[in-house]
């Protein structure tokens, strides 16, 4: 059997935003994960300039089986 979870948590627009200021004043530096949080926070920006909502959300599959060997074949 497998069952489907799907979460989506509505946040009000301007707590999305402030929580998107935070995250662009804390991507400093020159390393990987600073430029992809910026990138990432710069394209969020502009989805919103646009009037898009956005939402967190989760896509989650729970798989039963037997025993481990049989959730990996799976």
Do not use: W
């Not at 402030?18 to 390393?31: C, I, P, Q, T, Y």
């Not at 990987?32 to 989760?58: C, F, M, P, W």
Request: net charge positive.
């Amino acid at each position: 059997d497998t069952v489907l979870n799907i979460t989506l948590v509505i946040t009000p627009q301007d707590v999305l935003e402030a929580h998107l200021e935070k995250l662009a004043r804390k991507s400093v530096g020159d390393n990987q994960a600073s430029a992809l949080t910026r990138e990432a926070v710069d394209e969020a920006r502009k989805l919103i300039g646009r009037k898009h909502k956005l939402y967190r959300g989760n896509v989650v599959f729970y798989l039963t089986g037997k025993d481990e060997q049989q959730l990996e074949s799976r």
